[in-house]
């Protein structure tokens, strides 16, 4: 259900959008305590995926204990590791081909499921639980060298604060730099009573002490001294192309412009590994 309303976008008058206003403020109104139930489990499921991707040969998997519950690790090759977190309804599997591509170039490949996706435990998904969920993988890391993200694990990677960041180069793919203003937007696109919907980000943001308004990974990027190049199509519907060129203003963020790529096929395209190989250039 979450991803019919995080992935459509209206236009116009929708008889389907008033429809559903109509009943979710009522439901509010009649029953509070339900409709809030209710609203957790339609804003905060994610789909998982039942795409079938071959795994790459040696590729290595392995459940961790983290703060978020037990995720799934998937590991490939050997060398300074490289760290890869998906976005909303993804899964690791979306970055086979480019994690192949980091193990060949000498690197070591380690993706993992956030929580309530993939092979992953949990059942509901937020931004808060994925920074958890991140920062608990990068405790169990001695070091890394750099950290791939694609969507909304773009703005999981610039929202933690977690020492093993500081330095570290960032490859974004199809990142959703205006994170806050995506998220309000596209719920009242799509009708949902938005008093419930701040009341379930309100009980997230006081169970993680992480609230809304202050989340900015726009921000977050360009504070950052390190490399970062960002891989996005230009027409991208789910996520603002306009604000990856905004960012390349920046002298540290180079941006590789894509067309007709979309949102998903872009993780298997030849210009996010050339992306890559732009950042790993005169490491060796």
Do not use: C
């Amino acid at each position: 259900m979450s991803s019919k309303i995080y992935f459509k976008k209206s236009r116009g008058f929708d008889v389907r959008r008033k429809l559903i206003n109509l009943t979710t403020s009522l439901h509010h109104r009649l029953a509070p305590e339900h409709a809030k139930r209710m609203a957790r489990k339609v804003l905060l499921t994610p789909v998982r995926s039942k795409k079938m991707v071959a795994e790459p040969m040696g590729m290595e998997k392995k459940t961790i204990a983290t703060s978020e519950g037990m995720l799934m690790t998937y590991s490939l090759g050997e060398g300074p590791t490289w760290v890869l977190g998906h976005g909303w309804s993804g899964s690791s599997r979306q970055f086979f081909s480019l994690m192949e591509h980091i193990a060949a170039s000498g690197y070591k490949a380690l993706a993992f499921d956030n929580p309530a996706h993939g092979e992953s435990e949990g059942r509901f998904g937020h931004l808060p639980g994925f920074i958890a969920a991140f920062d608990s993988v990068l405790e169990q890391q001695e070091s890394i060298a750099g950290v791939v993200a694609h969507s909304m694990g773009g703005a999981m990677v610039l929202e933690s604060r977690h020492p093993l960041l500081q330095d570290k180069p960032v490859l974004l793919v199809a990142p959703v730099l205006n994170y806050t203003e995506n998220l309000v937007s596209t719920v009242a696109q799509s009708g949902y009573s938005m008093k419930l919907f701040h009341e379930v980000v309100d009980d997230i943001a006081e169970q993680y002490q992480y609230p809304l308004e202050s989340i900015n990974p726009m921000d977050r990027l360009e504070g950052r001294e390190a490399k970062a190049v960002i891989v996005h199509d230009r027409y991208d519907r789910f996520a603002s192309y306009t604000h990856s060129e905004l960012a390349s203003a920046n002298q540290h963020v180079t941006l590789i412009a894509t067309e007709g790529l979309g949102h998903g096929r872009i993780l298997q395209s030849d210009q996010l590994k050339s992306g890559f190989d732009l950042l790993i250039k005169g490491e060796h």
